[in-house]
């Protein structure tokens, strides 16, 4: 079953138990798979999951606003957004195993100072694209360039 279709039912299911806020999440997971559609590089699994992430991320940093602006009943709504979005991406890795791959890509590259940050960034995020959040790694390459 593709993530549309998978959506789809999703939405079907949310409508019937009247799951506004669920619904509304899945709406907007729908609309950017038909932009995807229409879009020139086409819909793919790994446009599929850059598309889901980049709306996770949009929804988190806005509820970070919100708390900031003591706006709580909204940053709720899009932490419960992003939650609803978050499910449908792959299995994110933890720290250790982002550190694990992070301490690998240094060693392959051969960088040895922050100098080398940009070409260690540049492996990383390509291999690790849709299973760890880019701040993440670009923490714990600077972390580990520095020692």
């Known amino acids: 079953m593709s993530l549309e279709e998978k959506?789809?039912?999703?939405?079907?299911?949310?409508?019937?138990?009247?799951?506004?806020?669920?619904?509304?999440s899945l709406r907007a997971v729908k609309s950017a798979i038909l932009l995807?559609?229409?879009?020139?590089?086409?819909?793919?699994?790994?446009?599929?999951t850059k598309a889901l992430?980049?709306?996770?991320?949009?929804?988190?940093?806005?509820?970070?606003?919100?708390?900031?602006?003591?706006?709580?009943?909204?940053?709720?709504?899009e932490t419960s957004q992003a939650l609803v979005i978050e499910a449908?991406?792959?299995?994110?890795?933890?720290?250790?195993?982002?550190?694990?791959a992070v301490e690998k890509i240094i060693n392959?590259?051969?960088?040895?100072?922050?100098?080398d940050m940009g070409k260690v960034m540049g492996v990383a995020t390509k291999s690790l694209a849709g299973k760890a959040d880019g701040k993440i790694i670009s923490t714990l390459v600077k972390e580990l360039l520095s020692k």
């Open 7 to 24: 959506i789809n039912a999703d939405i079907k299911t949310a409508m019937l138990a009247k799951d506004a806020g669920r619904l509304e």
């Open 36 to 48: 995807l559609k229409t879009s020139p590089e086409g819909l793919t699994t790994e446009s599929e």
């Open 88 to 100: 449908y991406l792959p299995q994110q890795m933890s720290v250790e195993e982002i550190k694990v």
């Open 108 to 115: 392959e590259t051969g960088a040895s100072s922050p100098a």
């Open 53 to 77: 992430l980049k709306m996770v991320k949009q929804r988190r940093e806005t509820a970070e606003l919100y708390v900031t602006q003591n706006r709580t009943d909204l940053a709720e709504v």
